[in-house]
C-alpha cells in the first residue's frame, strides 16, 4: 500500500479556485448498480475482513494536488485513512490526497457501452497518482476478450496481475452470477481469499430470513406430527371406550337376563317372599355371582340360605 502524506491541517493548500464537479452523469443503469454492489457491501453490515478505518466510494473525484483537474474512477477503496468523523466535520466533498493522508488502495473501472480510455490514459493517470491496484471490469468486452483484467504498481508503471487477489488489502474481487436488486447477471464482487463473495446485509438478512422459516417449517410439521399422534391416540381411545361400551352394553342385558331367572325361580319357589330378596340381588352387578344365585336356587331351602350366598 502507498505511504501516507504527512502534511499537517495548518499547511493544506487552499482549494477554493479547484473545480471539484465535472457533471459528468454515469452511463448506464448496469453500471449504477454495479458501483452500488461495490460499495454498500462494505457499509451494510456485511462481515468485511478489515480491522483499519477505510472508506469506499463510487464517482467522488480523486486529487492529489491543488492544480491536479482531478480524477473520478467508478469505485475506489482506501484503508488506514484519518477518522470518518474528522473528514465529515470539515465537509471533506471529494478525495483530497493531502487530507485523507494517501492515494486509495484499489480503483475499479467498469467499462460502459462507450469506453473512456481504461487500458490508455488512466491507467497512466492511476500509476501516476501511485495508486496500488488498478481493475478494469469490461462486462461487455468492449476493450478485449478479457471481462476483468487487474494491474498491480510495480515502480512508475502498473503490470498485469494474473489474478484479483491483493494481499495487502486482505480482500479480492470475482464474478459472480446471480441475482441483484431483482436482477439476474454477472456481477463484480468483492470476496475473501476463498474465493466466496462477501454477502450484503440484505443477502445476510434473506438468508437469517430462510433459516427462521425453515425452523418455523420444521416446527410446523412436528406440530403437524403431534397433532396427528394425539388423533390416532383419541380415535384408539374412542374405539376402546366404543367396544366397552358394547361390553358394558352385553353385560346389562345378561344381568336383565340373570335377575329375570332368578326372579322366576324364586317366585316358583318361595311365592311372595321373594320380593325383599330380589330388591336386595338387584344391586349385585357381579354377572358370575348372579350365575352362581341362578344355578343355587334349586337347592337352597330357605331365602336366609340364598343371603348367606351372596353375603359372604
Known amino acids: 500500500m502507498s505511504e501516507k502524506l504527512t502534511l499537517l491541517p495548518h499547511e493544506y493548500p487552499d482549494t477554493s479556485n479547484m473545480i471539484l464537479e465535472d457533471d459528468t452523469p454515469l452511463d448506464s443503469f448496469i453500471n449504477e448498480k454495479q458501483q452500488r454492489l461495490l460499495t454498500t457491501v462494505f457499509y451494510s453490515g456485511a ?20 492544480r491536479d483537474s482531478g480524477i473520478v474512477p ?18 471533506i466533498r471529494f478525495y483530497l490526497f493531502w487530507e485523507f493522508g494517501k492515494p486509495p488502495d484499489v480503483v475499479i473501472e467498469i467499462v460502459s457501452p462507450t469506453p473512456g480510455n481504461e ?56 464474478l459472480w452470477n446471480g441475482v441483484f436488486e431483482n436482477l439476474n447477471g454477472t456481477w463484480l464482487r468483492w470476496c475473501y481469499e476463498s474465493g466466496n463473495v462477501i454477502k450484503t446485509g440484505d443477502e445476510i438478512a434473506a438468508e437469517k430470513n430462510l433459516e427462521i422459516s425453515q425452523k418455523n417449517l420444521e416446527i410446523s410439521q412436528k406440530d403437524t406430527e403431534v397433532s396427528q399422534k394425539n388423533l390416532e391416540i383419541f380415535q384408539k381411545n374412542l374405539e376402546i371406550y366404543q ?15 340373570l335377575l329375570l331367572a332368578i326372579e322366576m325361580g324364586l317366585k316358583l319357589k318361595f311365592g311372595d317372599e321373594y320380593v325383599g330378596i330380589l330388591s336386595d340381588i338387584s344391586q349385585i352387578d357381579d354377572l358370575k355371582l348372579l350365575e352362581a344365585i341362578t344355578s343355587q336356587i334349586p337347592q337352597i331351602s330357605s331365602t336366609d340360605e340364598l343371603r348367606k350366598l351372596y353375603s359372604e
Open 47 to 66: 462481515e468485511i475482513p478489515i480491522n483499519v478505518p477505510f472508506i469506499v466510494a463510487a464517482n467522488v473525484g480523486l486529487f492529489s494536488h491543488v
Open 74 to 91: 467508478d469505485v475506489f477503496l482506501s484503508l488506514n485513512i484519518i477518522d470518518s468523523k474528522e473528514w465529515w466535520e470539515r465537509n
Open 119 to 174: 487500458l490508455e490514459s488512466k491507467l497512466t493517470d492511476y500509476a501516476e497518482l501511485r495508486i496500488p491496484y488498478y481493475v478494469v471490469y469490461d462486462p461487455l468486452q468492449k476493450l478485449s476478450q478479457t471481462v476483468l483484467q487487474v494491474f498491480q504498481l510495480q515502480f512508475n508503471s502498473y503490470v498485469p496481475k494474473n489474478d484479483a487477489w491483493f494481499a495487502d488489502v486482505n480482500l479480492g474481487l470475482t
Open 243 to 257: 367396544k366397552n361400551l358394547e361390553i358394558s352394553q352385553k353385560d346389562v342385558q345378561i344381568k336383565q337376563a
